[in-house]
T-cell receptor, first 114, second 112 residues
């Protein structure tokens, strides 16, 4: 069975500083990988996804993520955070015949200091 | 136009009651899901339907019964509500697995 670990429960970062969120997955085959963001009281919005090809993927809102098969990781980065990036971030791995079943990590809450 | 819409947004009810949450998607996706997010923000899949056929049924009490009248709708009925059912329930849809899901904005269920 697949699993996802996000080692950092909370991260506090200053506005304008860089951000990196860690994600490690466990899955026997080539995974589909996703990052979602959840603002308070909102649903989840897809930031970016990886399923093949270039291991560095670009997403919305200036985010990018790098797939490293050797490390079973899919870390999310942003060079310069804005106050509006304060939210909960979830990494997910897709599995099943069509990758339909998403398994989520526990989430990382990002706080942005002025 | 909201892509995946859930109603109601908030639901407060007493233990033992029966309630339903409705979900509709206008994206033309073939697959719809229900996820439960607990108080610690942990998300867990409950059910998945593909073209009205149940394809994923995780270990969920049989008090929870999904119904999909057509591929654009997936409703969740809960019987005999318990305190532990309090959570945020998210509906989502997808067209194949590789593109990810589109989520609704959630239904916050509070059982008192």
């Amino acid at each position: 069975a697949q699993s996802v670990t996000q080692p950092d429960i909370h991260i506090t970062v200053s506005e304008g500083a860089s951000l990196e969120l860690r994600c490690n997955y466990s899955y026997g085959a080539t995974p589909y990988l996703f990052w979602y963001v959840q603002s308070p009281g909102q649903g989840l919005q897809l930031l970016l996804k990886y399923f093949s090809g270039d291991t560095l993927v670009q997403g919305i809102k200036g985010f990018e993520a790098e797939f490293k098969r050797s490390q079973s990781s899919f870390n999310l980065r942003k060079p310069s955070v804005h106050w509006s990036d304060a939210a909960e971030y979830f990494c997910a791995v897709g599995a099943g015949a069509a990758g339909n079943k998403l398994t989520f990590g526990g989430g990382t809450r990002v706080l942005v200091k002025p | 136009d909201t892509a995946v819409s859930q109603t109601p947004k908030y639901l407060v009810t007493q233990m033992g009651n029966d309630k339903s949450i409705k979900c509709e998607q206008n994206l033309g996706h073939d697959t719809m899901y229900w996820y439960k997010q607990d108080s610690k923000k942990f998300l867990k899949i409950m059910f998945s339907y593909n073209n009205k056929e149940l394809i994923i049924n995780e270990t969920v009490p049989n008090r929870f019964s999904p119904k999909s009248p057509d591929k654009a709708h997936l409703n969740l009925h809960i019987n005999s509500l318990e305190l532990g059912d309090s959570a945020v329930y998210f509906c989502a849809s997808s067209q194949g697995g590789r593109w990810g899901y589109t989520f609704g904005s959630g239904t916050r269920l509070t059982v008192v």
